[in-house]
């Protein structure tokens, strides 16, 4: 994300955002051990610890008949971090290092073959199904591509509007409404003019935009 690009908007000055609950807060320091709270320090947002992924390789036919054991290619190896409340943290590599994979097991988009991955004070793993969606709700990817992310099929305020629908964020009048605010806000004006495009239609840098609301 370099390149000067902006950084994510600040909505909680917008008026629609100031009428909506505050972020539900997935953890109760007092029944550490049962509700599945690791550490629930003021300052600590992320913690991973430990992590390591595997992949199996394809064995041949022969190989398998002679009882050839798979072999396996270490993604993610013995990976340890915190990030605190407010801070930022790069993760800095060669290519094939890991480190997409890495972000890819934060997000919950693969399971780890070994290690946690602790948000807000409780392990990732153990995450109810409305906690899971919650999570969802307050973390996601920004992807290199952008047309990897993108719905080819969706419009823009389409893309914009689907997570507002799924986590019964406002009225619909209200969600067209910050659907236009949010383009508005990272730079893709008139937001009228880009609402009612497709991803094809978009600059790379436009589509990169798109985005940070449609996450």
Known sequence: MGGGWPCTPNFDSHPFYRTLPSPITMKDPCVVGVSG??????????????????????????????????????????VWFELDRGEVVGLAGESGSGKSVTAELISVLQTPTRGRVIFDGLDVAKHSRAQRKEFRRRVSMVFQDPYDALNPRMLVRDSVIEPLRIHRVGTDPERVAAMFDVLERVGLRPPERFADAYPH???????????????
């Open 37 to 78: 709270v690791v550490n629930a320090e003021a300052g600590v947002l992320l913690q991973v610890e430990d992590l390591e992924k595997r992949y199996a390789r394809r064995r041949g036919l022969l190989r398998a008949i002679r009882g050839v054991k798979r072999s396996h290619t270490q993604a993610v190896d013995k």
């Open 201 to 215: 239609q978009l600059s790379g840098g436009s589509a990169r935009g798109q985005q940070w609301p449609a996450r």
